[in-house]
């Protein structure tokens, strides 16, 4: 479908719409017509990526929801942008159209106070002795030093009601080194019947504390919204203050942008292959992809000088440049891990006793990943094909066309075979961007940023667990005034409860969860 | 591998007395209780808010190239079973309540590690409605390991620290 296509269809819903750039189409949209509008849009290839709610109650005297969706084979974003009331703000429910929007209706009436009518909407992002329905954090009028009382309220899960079952409660502290968020299994005998998550421990109010910050203490922020996707959000961040200006970064630092994502992969499936051979029982094989993983981070961290990539990126490039020399010692350095790495995919596919675990395990079908909008690898298990870097192109990926594999069980396995093969893709898409590395220039000055109207920005980037989405706006002065960030996992904790309340055991629950391997300080920011 | 590992260590290199005056409450546990915890070490951590890229870190000192064992440290799944709790952060408010319930479960004497900026000085997290800000505002924390996060060399330092603390 192309973009005229789409610009038809709004004219058959009465839509006026109008054009932010050549890839962005926005259409105001009135409450009463939301769903219809939805409707229409949805039997066409569209992809939900966002929600997020804007108090602009300042300048308009309303509150703004902004929906963003992704037009397939378009390489284009259409927004839906409505305008709501200042008392009682409310709207439609869009999750019984868009199952994908749960959350977002959840987390919007947690932190503005914005009604979704028709739904039940449990609070999500804060937890229960948060004083609900008095204070709203991300309303202009709440102060970000607030005090609030802390006391223990505890979470209202399903208990277990006939003879037989029994509950398992996991964390919000674990037995691993792994994040916090509260785990409740619902069991009868081994089975697992019901299965449900608290998460949102981690919420640090960083979305709040942005607004008012420069966009370099922005950038500084995105860098530490998550450890593991750090240069995912830090790219995204970037892209989303870039596409003010007309101004198109320089080849070169485009390149070395797509390098750097592609060794976070890289980092990032290593690690992910360690934890599931670690949860299968399977510690030889666990080992091996944690020092492999480690050797990973130290490849990163002799060229870009962090571990993490920090400190990379600018709003318009890269802070400082990196020696060829370095990129002809990575493309050495990856041709020795790929032929190690050989020999551990041959004992993770060859050991009967894991693929036992994996088979059949956590199955999540093509049509339930659909329905909770799962993204990266997890939805590509599953069998949908959807992929930023070749569906909504960035940096280096419209030079170079990543291999971008699929599977169709829907299992542990799957996703761990997707997780080889991307590896493996890594292994040669590096070198083929090392190769045709431009020189040059690597920072752009942005000139036009102060000028822009309007200011609003968004920067979409395929992090290692899925599509990545920041939203930025600026005022005048060119602080931040809003600031959206929608991780992967994020869209993914969803379909992980799901595939997990499958046929599964106790024992299968932490396979599941990190065949998955999502972030937690991704999701509660 | 390892050996490189320990020759970059050197245990009689590390250096007690930068950080003594921080170290009070170690020096006051009694001479035999030093002892018995100079050999050997239980480590529970606990995420208290942060990134996650102190857990990525702390979870690569158990993998065969830093091989946390060979050094007399492990981790351990309950806090019953710890003698250093490491704590990385900034102290989140739906985690304080968590963190203090973790800190009381252990048995004394307690040694408290903050991991990372966050934890150790509140790093570039602003103070909030949901962010409460370093961890020594809630529990009393021997050693710092600062960083952003700290490379996993750099916390077997601070743990090979504290362990030789307990051995002087």
């Known amino acids: 479908m192309n973009k005229s296509n789409i610009i038809s269809i709004l004219k058959k819903c009465n839509l006026d719409e109008s054009t932010i750039n050549t890839s962005h189409l926005l259409c105001n949209i009135q409450k009463e017509d939301l769903q219809t509008s939805i409707e229409v849009l949805l039997k066409e290839k569209v992809s939900f990526l966002t929600m997020f709610a804007i108090d602009e109650r300042l300048s308009s005297g309303k509150y703004r929801l902004d929906l963003i969706f992704l037009v397939l084979n378009a390489n284009s974003l259409l927004t839906f942008k409505i305008y709501l009331d200042e008392v009682k703000p409310s709207y439609p429910a869009i999750s019984k159209l868009i199952p994908a929007a749960e959350w977002f209706e959840r987390e919007i009436h947690d932190m503005f106070g914005i009604i979704a009518e028709g739904v039940d ?18 309303r202009k009028d709440f102060k970000l030093n607030q005090e609030i009382k802390i006391s223990e309220v505890p979470h209202e899960f399903i208990q277990p009601h006939a003879e037989g079952m029994h509950q398992v409660a996991v964390g919000p502290i674990h037995a691993g080194i792994i994040e916090p968020g509260h785990l409740r299994f619902c069991t009868i005998g081994e089975q697992i019947l019901d299965f449900n998550a608290q998460l949102f421990y981690t919420h640090k109010g960083i979305e709040k504390s942005a607004e008012g910050k420069t966009i370099e203490e922005g950038l500084v922020l995105a860098e530490h919204v998550c450890g593991m996707c750090s240069y995912s959000h830090s790219v995204a961040y970037c892209q989303a203050v870039e596409s003010l200006s007309k101004v198109i970064i320089p080849k070169r630092a485009a390149y070395i942008r797509t390098i750097c994502l592609e060794l976070e992969r890289l980092n990032s499936h290593l690690s992910d292959l360690s934890a599931i051979c670690s949860a299968g029982g399977f510690a030889i094989a666990s080992m091996q992809a944690a020092s492999f993983r480690e050797k990973a981070m130290q490849l990163t961290s002799k060229l870009t000088s962090h571990r993490f990539f920090r400190g990379l990126n600018t709003v318009g490039g890269l802070k400082r ?13 990856l041709q020795n891990l790929k032929k190690e790495f050989e020999s551990l995919e041959k004992i ?41 870097r070749r569906d909504f192109k960035y940096a280096g990926y419209s030079n170079f066309a990543p291999v971008i594999s699929i599977e169709t069980e829907g299992d542990a396995l799957s996703r761990t075979k997707i997780r080889v093969k991307d590896i493996y893709s890594i292994f040669d898409f590096i070198p083929r961007i090392i190769d045709k590395l431009p020189i040059g220039k690597i920072k752009e000055e942005m000139p036009e940023l102060l000028s822009a109207t309007p200011k609003e920005g968004i920067g979409l980037v395929e992090s290692a667990k899925g599509s990545l989405i920041h939203y930025v706006r600026l005022d005048e002065k060119n602080k931040i005034s809003r600031w959206h960030v929608r991780s992967a996992s994020y869209m993914n904790w969803r379909g992980m409860v799901q595939a997990t309340k499958g046929r599964n055991i106790v024992p299968d629950g932490p396979l599941v969860n990190k065949s998955f391997n999502l972030c937690y300080a991704c999701v509660d920011r | 591998m390892c050996g490189q590992i320990k020759e970059k260590i050197m245990l009689e290199n590390l250096n007690t007395e930068d950080i003594k005056t921080e170290l009070s409450r170690i020096e006051k546990l009694d001479k035999n209780t030093r002892q018995a915890l100079s050999k050997s070490l239980l480590i529970r951590h606990l995420d208290a808010g942060s990134c996650n890229a102190e857990e990525a870190e702390l979870l690569a000192l158990s993998n065969p190239i830093y091989d946390l064992t060979q050094f007399g440290l492990d981790f351990t799944a309950s806090p019953r ?3 250093v709790l490491t704590v990385s952060g900034p102290v989140t408010r739906h985690l304080k309540i968590a963190m203090e319930k973790t800190y009381n479960a252990m048995p004394s004497p307690k040694i408290v590690i903050a991991i990372g900026d966050g934890a150790c000085n509140g790093s570039i997290y602003e103070k909030s409605y949901a962010c409460l800000g370093k961890v020594d505002d809630f529990l009393p924390v021997d050693i710092y390991i600062p960083g952003d996060p700290p490379t996993p060399m750099q916390i077997l330092n601070g743990l090979l620290l504290c362990k030789k603390l307990m051995s002087l």
């Open chain 1, 121 to 138: 909407l449990e609070p999500l992002v804060l937890h229960r002795d948060f004083p609900h329905g008095k204070y709203f954090p991300m």
């Open chain 1, 321 to 333: 440049d990196i020696d060829n020399d370095e990129f002809e010692s990575l493309k050495n350095q």
């Open chain 1, 348 to 388: 993770i596919i060859d050991s009967d006793t894991l693929l036992d675990r994996l088979e059949t395990t956590g199955e999540l079908s093509f049509i339930q990943a659909k329905k909770f909008g799962i993204v990266g690898p997890a939805a590509r298990a599953s069998g949908i094909d959807i992929d930023l």
């Open chain 2, 81 to 83: 079973h710890a003698d």
